[in-house]
C-alpha cells in the first residue's frame, strides 16, 4: 500500500492534508535548515478503520528513510490502535493515550504528544500577561472536550504550579458524554489548581448559553474541529460574546464559521480575536524538531524567521 521513501520522508496524518499550507511551508522550512527533505499527506476520515492507523505506523517503523509524522485529527485512534508498535512514549503520551507525533530515536519508534506544550505556547503569544490575576472573574470556555481540549488543562496545570496566572474556572462542553467522561477521568489523578465544570452541550444553542453568562474578559475557545474537519460552529448565529472577550479558533484555514461570528460582534463588544496560525507554527515546529532531531526554539531571531518564513507564504 505504502510505498518505500526515496528521499528522508516526514508524514502528514490527517483529514484534509492538501489544503494545509504546511504543504508549502515545508519545504521552505528544509531549505532554511539545509536538509533535503520532503513531506508527504495521508488523509483517512475521522475515526478510521483501526487497521489503518496500524498500516501507517507500522510502514513509517520498517521504512529507513520514513522518518516520523505529525498526526492531527486521528491522534487518539492512531495511538490507541498501533500503541504496541511503539518502543516508547513520552510522558504526555501516555498520560493522554494519544500521539500527535512519531519520531525514531536509532531503531526506537517514539510517540510524542507536544499539544500540551504548543498549546501553551500559542496561548501565552496572544493573551495578556497576568491576565487572570487581574480578572479574576473571567472564565475559560473550551467548546469541545477532545485531546486539543484536554492538552491545554493539562498545559494549564502545570503552569499553576509556579504561576497564579491560570483561570479560576474553565467550562468545558461537548456534544457527547464520553469524551466528558474521560477528561474528568483524567483530571481526577491531579490536585487541580482550578475548578472545571463539564457540560453535556447536544446543541448549537446550548453552547451559546454558557457563552452568554461569562464575564467581561473571558476566553472561549473553539477545539470542537468544526470550520475545518466538518462544517459550521459550535455556536448558533444568535450568539452574544461578553464584551472585552477573547476569542479563540484553533483552526486557521475552513469555512471558520466561529470566527465569522465573533469578527461580526468585534467592535461592539470589543473583542479579541485569534485564529490557529500561531498554534499550527508551534505545533509543526515542534514536531519537526523531534523528527528531525534538530533544536528549534519557541522564541526569538529563529523562531520569527521560521514563522516569517510560513507568513510570506500563507
Not at 488523509?43 to 522518518?67: A, C, G, N, T, W
Not at 488543562?153 to 504550579?161: G, Q
Request: charged share 25%; glycine share 6%; with cysteine.
Amino acid at each position: 500500500m505504502y510505498i518505500p521513501a526515496a528521499k528522508p520522508t516526514m508524514y502528514f496524518i490527517g483529514v484534509t492534508t492538501g489544503k494545509s499550507s504546511i504543504m508549502k511551508v515545508f519545504p521552505e522550512w528544509m531549505k532554511y535548515f539545509g536538509i533535503d527533505a520532503m513531506i508527504k499527506g495521508i488523509d483517512f476520515l475521522p475515526h478510521d478503520d483501526p487497521q489503518k492507523y496500524r498500516d501507517v505506523v507500522s510502514f513509517i517503523k520498517e521504512d529507513p528513510k520514513s522518518l516520523g509524522a505529525l498526526i492531527t485529527t486521528h491522534k487518539i485512534d492512531c495511538f490507541r490502535a498501533s500503541r504496541e508498535m511503539f518502543d516508547d512514549a513520552d510522558d504526555y503520551a501516555t498520560l493522554l493515550g494519544e500521539a500527535s507525533s512519531i519520531s525514531k530515536r536509532g531503531n526506537q519508534l517514539w510517540a510524542h504528544a507536544k499539544d500540551p506544550i504548543s498549546s501553551g505556547l500559542a496561548l501565552e503569544a496572544f493573551m495578556p500577561k497576568q491576565h487572570w490575576i487581574e480578572n479574576p472573574e473571567a472564565t475559560m470556555l473550551i467548546l469541545g472536550a477532545g485531546g486539543s481540549s484536554l492538552a491545554l488543562t493539562l498545559y494549564l496545570i502545570n503552569k499553576a504550579k509556579t504561576s497564579k496566572d491560570v483561570p479560576k474556572n474553565i467550562i468545558v462542553t461537548n456534544r457527547s458524554e464520553k469524551r466528558l467522561n474521560e477528561m474528568k477521568l483524567l483530571h481526577s489523578r491531579f490536585d487541580m489548581p482550578f475548578t472545571i465544570t463539564y457540560c453535556l452541550c447536544p446543541t448549537e444553542a446550548d453552547n451559546d448559553k454558557h457563552v452568554e453568562n461569562l464575564a467581561e474578559g473571558s476566553l472561549i475557545i473553539n477545539a470542537t474541529g468544526l470550520g475545518k474537519d466538518g462544517p459550521g460552529s459550535p455556536l448558533t448565529n444568535d450568539v452574544l460574546f461578553p464584551k472585552n472577550s477573547y476569542v479563540w479558533e484553533f483552526n486557521y484555514r475552513g469555512d471558520l464559521v466561529f470566527l465569522e461570528q465573533a469578527a461580526a460582534q468585534k467592535e461592539s463588544r470589543n473583542l479579541v480575536i485569534e485564529d490557529g496560525w500561531i498554534y499550527f507554527i508551534h505545533g509543526w515546529t515542534q514536531v519537526i524538531s523531534e523528527v528531525f532531531h534538530i533544536d528549534i526554539p519557541s522564541e526569538g531571531p529563529t523562531f520569527e524567521k521560521l514563522s516569517d518564513i510560513a507568513r510570506s507564504i500563507r
